[in-house]
């Protein structure tokens, strides 16, 4: 419908980023209320542990120490915190409540709580709460988890928080009748999003109002919203979440924390604003955790290399408490398993167990980094095995556009229709396979380049995205022809302000300087979605889309009575309504938003619209390839060269959507080589801080190449938009594996466990005798 | 612990004063006594790099000292980048190259990259990487950061002639 559209699909300059520049952003540590006073928490150094009594007098006798509480002084029922996705039957034993009761399950988890006049005085206090701990055993593997020995939630009477079988076909003919089969185990490494930002949050909670406004929300702000109105008894509309600059989400930031409830419960028993911002060593504990999982997998071919079926048994390390994220890690490991692949039979026994560690959640990609590093490097040892080149076994498995849409089947019990749309799947790797010059690289793999060993890994991926509840915008103009955009979506920091500009603009072809973006908080709209699994773009992408369109027919009827005349003769273009082709008849955007509000109070030059895709994901796909130089004395690998092809139906702003994926592999090589969540057998984590919590820095960079393929727009929104935000990361640990083995493929090592790291290669060469 | 000690400095080229206690981290101090929160926390334990300010020329981890040591120090915060309404070489660099995301590590990356084009102008690529290598960012993956900083150079060196 629109003319022209020189805003989708160029790569316009972010609209956030002069206040970041400047120093004049607003994140949650720089709000500050009158009388505010500041929250922390005592956590648990124990990994399992019976609390048998807290004594915070001496805490409660610091100077300026307002209140001290644990949750026997809480007057009212503990709520739990809820299962947002992947609630699956089981879970609901092993629910979290936002303060430790009589046990405590993991380190880090609330025991205690100080109000001060500042941080300096509420953290003395920390350091003289007493509590009285008597240690238990603790559960740090999914194998002692499973043996039941040590219970880590009694009235469950196991650590299975819950366990199913999932597939299609018939395995067991295709594993009988095959002539190959292989097993494998591989391990992919506990770790997290680790946003820059920590957590923070702010209550102020007037019980007579009454009202509770939380800032510092995000990501599903209406959701949240719903569950911490009814944990303390209050209308929905008295709950108001309020979303500032968010540094950084990565899945993690925006699920409700026992925090969530901590701080507006400090707030109304001291009825004064309470602010609690999280230190990073508090970030590295108690924010979800993820990745952790083991994953037993085994594949039948044909001689030629064809896939006949797949089996599995994954295991996700679910930590203390099942929380916010249900069973979405291993869940989606499970069911993108199978890949893009042509996998006639598939099964997959999934397991989901609690352990002392920090809970787990959703980590950009989740259960799709695990899934791609297990099945990419288990088709690479098909490939050695049968002789067969690594790329031309992937293109003899990959379906083809002709087998496309693909019914996956129920791989995640309940989600019956998941279905693969339309798309290219050769065309992605072929396209990445000539940019690498594969042609070149897959006879010298191995060779020697001034002593280092050279390899190259490839790897294919598909990614769903845009899942969940429909997304609203509203769009109103005001009387000076300024133009604003409210939706219940959030901004992480992916430059959704941008995005959703950039789309109005065009649809109703006007200045994008005009636009001002108003995001998630609940006061803007009555309801809204949300911002996870890559669906900003898609989801409220498209609710300002159609709100937009019908701001347009809401305007040609706002001139047609203010000219009294036939709606039928009036056109909107170039940001006003024309009639006919005199040059003294038009009415701009805001003289109608005048006119509008001359009509009297109620009425405005405004629409809403939302956005709904009824369950039909539109799924993005492509492939990785990873060259890399290994010093085989020390084990030090070096990633010098990276390329990703990533269909996305259409790039809203090309700049933008290279940043997600330049972003999304570096991070992905932090997960590939250096982040890990360490835990010693006594359930410490060893790697609390940044000193050896490991993230990727700007030295370790390969020289990368990332395409962006808009091949295949997705049927399922007019504006063609799949998902963008994690294609970058999900096949990174693959590709990079793959490498890895290339390279050292004179020495027949293998690698199954992440992350790799120079110690744990040299001790595979060492038992090789290297 | 209370003892507050009077501490005067120049931030951003105004001269201020305040009391504090010796605990006090600097970038405590410009937070929450100055209200300069453009220097963000990311760790306050001196590894991410978000809270590094510029003290008397050189680029310094404010969570790592103490405003006490800062008196009569001349600081250059995120704040101060700027001219007025126009963004410095180095920000409109940035902001030209797509090097921020979530912007919260952006202020330590700009006030490091001041250092370096300061101390020298003509950078390799190699050299910036190496030189920011101290600061974190979890958006960008740093490939838009080291073409904003080289692009700032030359820039300058081009405003120069």
Same mark, same amino acid.
């Given at each position: 419908?629109?003319?022209?559209?020189?805003?989708?699909?160029?790569?316009?300059?972010?609209?956030?980023?002069?206040?970041?520049?400047?120093?004049?952003?607003?994140?949650?540590?720089?709000?500050?209320?009158?009388?505010?006073?500041?929250?922390?928490?005592?956590?648990?150094?124990?990994?399992?542990?019976?609390?048998?009594?807290?004594?915070?007098?001496?805490?409660?006798?610091?100077?300026?120490?307002?209140?001290?509480?644990?949750? !026997?002084?809480? /007057?009212? =029922?503990? #709520?739990?915190?809820? %299962?947002?996705? +992947?609630?699956?039957?089981? $879970?609901?034993?092993?629910?979290?409540?936002?303060?430790?009761?009589?046990?405590?399950?993991?380190?880090?988890?609330?025991?205690?709580?100080?109000?001060?006049?500042?941080?300096?005085?509420?953290?003395?206090?920390?350091?003289?709460?007493?509590?009285?701990?008597?240690?238990?055993?603790?559960?740090?593997?999914?194998?002692?988890?499973?043996?039941?020995?040590?219970?880590?939630?009694?009235?469950?009477?196991?650590?299975?928080?819950?366990?199913?079988?999932?597939?299609?076909?018939?395995?067991?003919?295709?594993?009988?009748?095959?002539?190959?089969?292989?097993?494998?185990?591989?391990?992919?490494?506990?770790?997290?999003?680790?946003?820059?930002?920590?957590?923070?949050?702010? !209550?102020?909670? /007037?019980? =007579?109002? #009454?009202?509770?406004? %939380?800032?510092? +929300?995000?990501?599903?702000? $209406?959701?949240?919203?719903?569950?911490?109105?009814?944990?303390?008894?209050?209308?929905?509309?008295?709950?108001?979440?309020?979303?500032?600059?968010?540094?950084?989400?990565?899945?993690?930031?925006?699920?409700?924390?026992?925090?969530?409830?901590?701080?507006?419960?400090?707030?109304?028993?001291?009825?004064?604003?309470?602010?609690?911002?999280?230190?990073?060593?508090?970030?590295?504990?108690?924010?979800?955790?993820?990745?952790?999982?083991?994953?037993?997998?085994?594949?039948?071919?044909?001689?030629?290399?064809?896939?006949?079926?797949?089996?599995?048994?994954?295991?996700?390390?679910?930590?203390?408490?099942?929380?916010?994220?249900?069973?979405?890690?291993?869940?989606?490991? !499970?069911?993108?398993?199978?890949?893009?692949?042509?996998?006639?039979?598939?099964?997959?026994?999934?397991?989901?167990?609690?352990?002392?560690?920090?809970?787990?959640?959703?980590?950009?990609?989740?259960?799709?980094?695990?899934?791609?590093?297990?099945?990419?490097?288990?088709?690479?040892?098909?490939?050695?095995?049968?002789?067969?080149?690594?790329?031309?076994?992937?293109?003899?498995?990959?379906?083809?556009?002709?087998?496309?849409?693909?019914?996956?089947?129920?791989?995640?019990?309940?989600?019956?229709?998941?279905?693969?749309?339309?798309?290219?799947?050769?065309?992605?790797?072929?396209?990445?396979?000539?940019?690498?010059?594969?042609?070149?690289?897959?006879?010298?793999?191995?060779?020697?380049?001034?002593?280092?060993?050279?390899?190259?890994?490839?790897?294919?991926?598909?990614?769903?995205?845009?899942?969940?509840?429909?997304?609203?915008?509203?769009?109103?103009?005001?009387?000076?022809?300024?133009?604003?955009?409210?939706?219940?979506?959030?901004?992480?920091?992916?430059?959704?302000?941008?995005?959703?500009?950039?789309?109005?603009?065009?649809?109703?072809?006007?200045?994008?300087?005009?636009?001002?973006?108003?995001?998630?908080?609940?006061?803007?709209?009555?309801?809204?979605?949300?911002?996870?699994?890559?669906?900003?773009?898609?989801?409220?992408?498209?609710?300002?889309?159609?709100?937009?369109?019908?701001?347009?027919?809401?305007?040609?009827?706002?001139?047609?009575?203010?000219?009294?005349?036939?709606?039928?003769?009036?056109?909107?273009?170039?940001?006003?309504?024309?009639?006919?082709?005199?040059?003294?008849?038009?009415?701009?955007?805001?003289?109608?938003?005048?006119?509008?509000?001359?009509?009297?109070?109620?009425?405005?030059?405004?629409?809403?619209?939302?956005?709904?895709?009824?369950?039909?994901?539109?799924?993005?796909?492509?492939?990785?390839?990873?060259?890399?130089?290994?010093?085989?004395?020390?084990?030090?690998?070096?990633?010098?060269?990276?390329?990703?092809?990533?269909?996305?139906?259409?790039?809203?702003?090309?700049?933008?959507?290279?940043?997600?994926?330049?972003?999304?592999?570096?991070?992905?090589?932090?997960?590939?080589?250096?982040?890990?969540?360490?835990?010693?057998?006594?359930?410490?984590?060893?790697?609390?801080?940044?000193?050896?919590?490991?993230?990727?820095?700007?030295?370790?960079?390969?020289?990368?190449?990332?395409?962006?393929?808009?091949?295949?727009?997705?049927?399922?929104?007019?504006?063609?938009?799949?998902?963008?935000?994690?294609?970058?990361?999900?096949?990174?640990?693959?590709?990079?594996?793959?490498?890895?083995?290339?390279?050292?493929?004179?020495?027949?090592?293998?690698?199954?466990?992440?992350?790799?790291?120079?110690?744990?290669?040299?001790?595979?060469?060492?038992?090789?005798?290297? | 612990?209370?003892?507050?000690?009077?501490?005067?400095?120049?931030?951003?080229?105004?001269?201020?004063?305040?009391?504090?206690?010796?605990?006090?981290?600097?970038?405590?101090?410009?937070?929450?006594?100055?209200?300069?929160?453009?220097?963000?926390?990311?760790?306050?334990?001196?590894?991410?790099?978000?809270?590094?300010?510029?003290?008397?020329?050189?680029?310094?981890?404010?969570?790592?000292?103490?405003?006490?040591?800062?008196?009569?120090?001349?600081?250059?915060?995120?704040?101060?980048?700027?001219?007025?309404?126009?963004?410095?070489?180095?920000?409109?660099?940035?902001?030209?190259?797509?090097?921020?995301?979530?912007?919260?590590?952006?202020?330590?990356?700009?006030?490091?990259?001041?250092?370096?084009?300061?101390?020298?102008?003509?950078?390799?690529?190699?050299?910036?990487?190496?030189?920011?290598?101290?600061?974190?960012?979890?958006?960008?993956?740093?490939?838009?950061?080291?073409?904003?900083?080289?692009?700032?150079?030359?820039?300058?060196?081009?405003?120069?002639?």
């Amino acid at each position: 419908m629109t003319t022209s559209s020189p805003y989708i699909g160029a790569s316009v300059k972010r609209l956030e980023d002069r206040r970041f520049l400047t120093g004049t952003g607003r994140y949650i540590d720089d709000v500050k209320l009158p009388d505010m006073a500041v929250m922390a928490i005592y956590r648990s150094p124990h990994a399992h542990a019976r609390i048998n009594s807290i004594d915070l007098a001496a805490a409660r006798a610091v100077p300026g120490v307002i209140d001290a509480f644990c949750a !026997a002084d809480i /007057d009212m =029922d503990l #709520p739990v915190i809820p %299962l947002r996705l +992947a609630p699956f039957d089981g $879970f609901e034993r092993f629910l979290q409540r936002p303060i430790a009761q009589d046990k405590v399950r993991f380190v880090g988890e609330p025991v205690a709580v100080v109000i001060a006049s500042d941080r300096y005085i509420a953290e003395d206090a920390l350091d003289l709460i007493e509590v009285d701990f008597a240690p238990l055993p603790a559960v740090t593997s999914v194998d002692q988890a499973a043996s039941g020995e040590t219970l880590i939630h009694e009235d469950a009477g196991e650590n299975m928080g819950t366990r199913y079988t999932v597939g299609r076909g018939d395995t067991d003919d295709a594993f009988s009748d095959a002539p190959y089969t292989r097993r494998e185990r591989f391990t992919t490494n506990r770790h997290g999003a680790v946003p820059m930002e920590t957590r923070g949050l702010i !209550a102020e909670f /007037d019980p =007579d109002a #009454p009202l509770l406004r %939380l800032y510092g +929300a995000t990501k599903v702000n $209406f959701f949240n919203r719903r569950h911490l109105a009814a944990a303390f008894d209050l209308p929905e509309e008295a709950v108001e979440l309020i979303e500032t600059d968010v540094g950084g989400g990565f899945g993690a930031r925006g699920e409700l924390y026992p925090e969530d409830y901590l701080v507006p419960i400090a707030s109304r028993r001291n009825g004064r604003p309470v602010k609690w911002i999280e230190d990073r060593r508090e970030n590295l504990t108690a924010t979800n955790h993820s990745r952790d999982i083991v994953c037993d997998l085994e594949i039948a071919t044909s001689n030629d290399g064809k896939i006949l079926g797949m089996r599995a048994t994954v295991q996700g390390d679910m930590g203390a408490y099942v929380r916010t994220n249900g069973g979405v890690v291993a869940s989606k490991a !499970a069911q993108f398993l199978p890949g893009p692949y042509r996998v006639p039979s598939f099964s997959c026994d999934v397991q989901f167990l609690i352990t002392n560690k920090t809970p787990v959640g959703t980590f950009r990609g989740p259960g799709r980094f695990e899934a791609n590093f297990c099945r990419e490097r288990l088709l690479d040892m098909v490939a050695a095995d049968l002789n067969i080149d690594p790329a031309e076994l992937r293109l003899r498995n990959l379906m083809e556009p002709a087998e496309l849409p693909y019914r996956i089947g129920e791989l995640v019990p309940g989600d019956v229709n998941a279905t693969f749309d339309r798309g290219n799947y050769p065309s992605a790797l072929n396209q990445l396979l000539d940019e690498v010059g594969y042609a070149d690289w897959k006879d010298r793999q191995g060779e020697i380049i001034d002593g280092r060993a050279h390899g190259l890994g490839i790897a294919c991926f598909i990614e769903s995205s845009a899942a969940g509840p429909p997304e609203t915008a509203r769009v109103t103009v005001a009387p000076d022809g300024n133009i604003e955009i409210r939706t219940g979506a959030s901004s992480v920091g992916q430059g959704t302000e941008t995005g959703l500009a950039q789309i109005c603009a065009d649809y109703l072809a006007i200045d994008i300087d005009r636009i001002n973006v108003l995001h998630g908080s609940t006061t803007l709209v009555p309801t809204g979605g949300g911002t996870f699994h890559s669906r900003n773009t898609v989801m409220a992408g498209n609710a300002v889309r159609m709100a937009a369109e019908a701001l347009r027919t809401r305007s040609i009827e706002l001139a047609a009575l203010r000219w009294n005349t036939d709606a039928g003769g009036l056109e909107y273009r170039d940001g006003a309504v024309h009639r006919g082709d005199d040059p003294g008849s038009i009415l701009s955007l805001a003289e109608l938003a005048a006119f509008a509000r001359s009509r009297g109070p109620d009425e405005a030059l405004a629409a809403d619209a939302a956005f709904d895709n009824e369950g039909k994901l539109s799924y993005s796909y492509g492939a990785h390839a990873a060259l890399v130089a290994v010093d085989v004395a020390t084990g030090v690998i070096e990633v010098k060269k990276y390329v990703l092809t990533e269909e996305i139906g259409r790039a809203l702003n090309p700049a933008m959507v290279q940043g997600q994926a330049v972003g999304g592999l570096v991070q992905g090589l932090g997960g590939t080589f250096l982040d890990h969540m360490i835990y010693d057998e006594d359930g410490q984590l060893l790697t609390g801080s940044f000193a050896d919590y490991l993230l990727p820095t700007s030295t370790e960079l390969p020289e990368i190449t990332a395409i962006a393929l808009e091949e295949s727009p997705s049927e399922f929104n007019p504006m063609g938009f799949k998902g963008a935000g994690e294609g970058g990361i999900v096949a990174v640990a693959a590709a990079v594996g793959n490498a890895v083995v290339h390279a050292l493929n004179a020495h027949g090592i293998q690698i199954n466990d992440l992350p790799i790291t120079p110690n744990r290669l040299r001790a595979a060469l060492r038992a090789t005798g290297t | 612990m209370t003892e507050q000690h009077h501490l005067t400095l120049t931030v951003n080229g105004r001269a201020h004063s305040c009391d504090v206690e010796p605990r006090m981290t600097l970038a405590d101090c410009l937070r929450e006594k100055l209200d300069l929160t453009g220097t963000h926390l990311g760790c306050e334990h001196g590894v991410c790099g978000a809270c590094t300010i510029i003290v008397d020329g050189a680029a310094v981890r404010s969570c790592l000292m103490f405003a006490v040591q800062a008196e009569g120090a001349e600081i250059t915060t995120v704040e101060g980048l700027a001219d007025g309404e126009t963004l410095s070489v180095l920000q409109q660099a940035f902001h030209d190259n797509f090097a921020l995301q979530c912007g919260f590590c952006t202020p330590g990356f700009l006030t490091t990259a001041e250092t370096i084009l300061a101390e020298n102008p003509s950078p390799t690529r190699a050299e910036v990487q190496s030189a920011i290598s101290g600061n974190i960012c979890r958006c960008t993956g740093y490939v838009p950061i080291i073409d904003a900083i080289l692009e700032a150079a030359e820039r300058r060196r081009a405003g120069k002639k």
